[in-house]
């Protein structure tokens, strides 16, 4: 019997909102099965519906916590919610995927709200890659608000970014890590600043830190002669103090990027990213099966490791030798 019918079903399921199908259709992307990417062609034109926040930020300093009462007011405005949660850590340990599944338990049971985490097991490209398309599955699958969760550190957070159409970035007071990113020109990514855990006695001083950065890089994401203005606004997520104000914020930027035409702009701009992503990844793995095994590579690696010839120059023979 033909899988097509199978296949076909699930996508129909899949663009009906049914949260079983959608958690199968990710979990083919995650382990390449080809009737993954064929599901992602099929459903693909139903996509660009849904609002795409990522948050980012270092460990600790709240994200899951935030993501969770953010989806607890977007259920109570009646819009349904898709978590993806992209961690680092060891795939054997699992470390924070835990404790983040722990932090989001009150929504396991409402069918509005579906929570999805990814570990990168040491695969940058596959993470990227997978990670990306399952944030269009949950899209095609009607849902409203789409929260993507990165730990702030390494490729992962650029390439899930690099995805949204709203960019969050979240610090908490007395971080050596916070103070850090305002000196590593993290200023330029968010278009919303939260400093969450915001009854820290350090909270004001952060506050009035960051605003110092912001008006001295001018820092505005806008159209022709309008900019918006980067807020920074006061959580405590864990009671919900100041969550209710950064909705209003993230529906205040979706409406701004609406209506100066940015928002199409920031698509193109990420979808054109997502493209040459995964071709880069794709080249990469093209190129380790073709020199898997060639005597002469092996011969230019054992020049490099010896310091008679530099990497730059052994990789242009390698590519020389593609290209011939």
């Given at each position: 019997?033909?899988?097509?019918?199978?296949?076909?079903?699930?996508?129909?399921?899949?663009?009906?909102?049914?949260?079983?199908?959608?958690?199968?259709?990710?979990?083919?992307?995650?382990s390449d099965d080809p009737r993954g990417w064929e599901l992602v062609r099929e459903v693909y034109p139903h996509t660009g519906r849904a609002a795409m926040i990522g948050l980012t930020g270092a460990p600790g300093a709240g994200?899951?916590?935030?993501?969770?009462?953010?989806?607890?007011?977007?259920?109570?405005?009646?819009?349904?919610?898709?978590?993806?949660?992209?961690?680092?850590?060891?795939?054997?340990?699992?470390?924070?995927?835990?404790g983040d599944r722990i932090r989001l338990t009150e929504h396991f049971l409402d069918p509005g709200v579906f929570i999805r985490s990814m570990a990168n097991r040491g695969a940058l490209?596959?993470?990227?890659?997978?990670?990306?398309?399952?944030?269009?599955?949950?899209?095609?699958?009607?849902?409203?608000?789409?929260?993507?969760?990165?730990?702030?550190?390494?490729?992962?957070?650029?390439?899930?970014?690099?995805?949204?159409?709203?960019?969050?970035?979240?610090?908490?007071?007395?971080?050596?890590?916070?103070?850090?990113?305002?000196?590593?020109?993290?200023?330029?990514?968010?278009?919303?600043?939260?400093?969450?855990?915001?009854?820290?006695?350090?909270?004001?001083?952060?506050?009035?830190?960051?605003?110092?950065?912001?008006?001295?890089?001018?820092?505005?994401?806008?159209?022709?002669?309008?900019?918006?203005?980067?807020?920074?606004?006061?959580?405590?997520?864990?009671?919900?103090?100041?969550?209710?104000?950064?909705?209003?914020?993230?529906?205040?930027?979706?409406?701004?990027?609406?209506?100066?035409?940015?928002?199409?702009?920031?698509?193109?701009?990420?979808?054109?990213?997502?493209?040459?992503?995964?071709?880069?990844?794709?080249?990469?793995?093209?190129?380790?099966?073709?020199?898997?095994?060639?005597?002469?590579?092996?011969?230019?690696?054992?020049?490099?490791?010896?310091?008679?010839?530099?990497?730059?120059?052994?990789?242009?023979?390698?590519?020389?030798?593609?290209?011939?």
């Open positions: 019997m033909s899988e097509t019918p199978v296949r076909q079903s699930l996508t129909e399921r899949l663009l009906a909102g049914d949260r079983r199908a959608l958690a199968r259709a990710i979990t083919l992307v995650e994200k899951s916590t935030l993501i969770g009462a953010l989806a607890k007011l977007r259920r109570e405005q009646e819009r349904s919610v898709a978590v993806l949660s992209i961690d680092p850590s060891s795939p054997f340990t699992h470390g924070a995927l835990l490209g596959g993470l990227s890659e997978a990670a990306l398309q399952a944030a269009l599955l949950m899209d095609a699958a009607g849902r409203d608000d789409v929260f993507l969760e990165t730990v702030g550190v390494g490729q992962a957070e650029v390439d899930i970014i690099d995805h949204a159409d709203t960019i969050v970035l979240v610090l908490m007071p007395g971080s050596g890590d916070s103070i850090q990113a305002l000196k590593a020109g993290v200023m330029e990514i968010p278009d919303i600043i939260v400093v969450n855990k915001a009854d820290h006695p350090l909270t004001d001083t952060m506050v009035r830190e960051i605003k110092s950065v912001l008006a001295l890089g001018a820092v505005g994401h806008g159209h022709d002669d309008a900019f918006w203005s980067v807020p920074v606004i006061k959580t405590q997520a864990h009671i919900g103090e100041g969550v209710a104000e950064l909705v209003a914020k993230l529906d205040e930027h979706r409406a701004f990027i609406e209506a100066q035409g940015t928002l199409s702009e920031r698509r193109r701009r990420n979808l054109r990213s997502e493209v040459l992503s995964i071709c880069t990844h794709r080249l990469r793995r093209q190129l380790e099966a073709r020199i898997e095994g060639d005597p002469r590579f092996q011969e230019l690696l054992d020049e490099v490791v010896a310091r008679r010839l530099d990497p730059a120059s052994a990789a242009g023979e390698i590519l020389g030798r593609l290209e011939s």
